[in-house]
């Protein structure tokens, strides 16, 4: 099935108001008339033309068909959206097919939400407003605690017979606990293109974090250590984003080893963990007592990190 651009059709920009777009109906019906223009093809493109001003002479056709983006070409190949069903509930089909293209047909004709009732009239467009998606940026501090945001959304509205894109202000409370990724749905707050508007949904995207890296609620911190802490265990308090805690490094911990403190990573149901991961930083040999102390080292530990390598 072809997409039909009716506006190409009419000869008129998108933007066209009703008078226009009647206007250019009737110059080209009367140049493509079959009882009087001799033209090759005459038939096939009166039918057209029809066809064009059926959609875009009724307001809520044309909503709906605007609906569809003015990204498709005519002559390209096209199916109707597969919420196209959902959005647009038709009443049963009670009418004929109007006699036009199958891609009318698909979408306003026999089957379709604008199918015509037993006496011929149309049935009533009832839809519901396309779902609008928008991106809100939180950071992680907002993402734990929650916080709100205000918004301007520009979004179409039906005015006139016409669309028109017009700018609102939403206040948007975003809860505690959101993951990168995570819609937040905002009932009737899409579309007002039809009976009832649509839902707006808001992506949820993370700033990145100076201290913590995030997989989905559970948060990691790389956590510097002195050797001896790590050797002799040590208690050492660690951020975490509720605020500081206690963190007991167990005797001979080694670097890159990873401890979890459950539950203090984003709060959900289950909440987050954090992960501390430890990484051993040794103190310069700058003076000559510390030398003296890595010298003696060297000699009473009789460690070789390299054991079992195979290099010597």
């Known amino acids: 099935m072809e997409f039909k651009d009716y506006y190409q059709t009419l000869g008129v920009p998108r933007t066209a108001n009703a008078d226009e777009i009647k206007r250019a109906y009737r110059k080209l019906a009367r140049r493509y008339h079959p009882d009087v223009s001799k033209e090759a093809h005459a038939e096939e493109r009166f039918k057209e033309v029809q066809e064009a001003y059926e959609v875009l002479k009724d307001p809520e056709k044309r909503a709906a068909y605007d609906q569809l983006g003015p990204g498709h070409r005519a002559g390209q190949s096209f199916r109707p959206p597969p919420d196209w ?49 928008a991106e809100i940026e939180v950071s ?27 700018t609102r202000t939403l206040k948007v409370t975003v809860p505690a606990g959101v993951t990168d990724g995570q819609l937040i749905r905002l009932a009737g707050q899409g579309s007002a293109l039809g009976d009832a508007p649509g839902d707006l949904y808001l992506q949820v995207r993370l700033l990145p974090n100076s201290q913590y890296t995030v997989d989905g609620r559970n948060v990691t911190l790389p956590l510097p250590v002195a050797p001896w802490e ?16 206690d963190l ?6 080694q670097s ?38 890595y010298e003696t080292m060297a000699r009473d530990l009789a460690f070789d990190p390299r054991a079992g390598q195979g290099g010597r």
């Open 256 to 293: 890159g080893q990873r401890l979890r403190l459950r539950g203090r990573g984003l709060p959900g149901d289950p909440a987050g963990d954090q992960y501390v991961v430890l990484r051993v930083v040794l103190p310069p040999a700058s003076t000559p007592r510390a030398r003296e102390l």
């Open 248 to 253: 007991k490094i167990p005797a001979g911990s």
């Open 140 to 166: 992680l501090e907002e993402a734990y605690k929650g916080t709100t945001r205000t918004l301007q959304l520009q979004q179409p509205e039906l005015s006139d017979g016409q669309v028109a894109v017009k």
């Open 85 to 133: 069903g959902r959005r647009y509930q038709p009443h049963d089909d009670l009418g004929a097919d109007p006699g036009f293209s199958d891609f009318f047909s698909s979408l306003f004709g026999h089957g379709g939400p604008f199918a015509r009732e037993a006496d011929g009239t149309p049935h009533r467009f009832r839809s519901r407003g396309e779902d609008a998606h």
């Open 230 to 245: 790590a050797a002799l265990g040590a208690s050492i308090p660690v951020p975490t984003l509720g605020g500081p805690v």
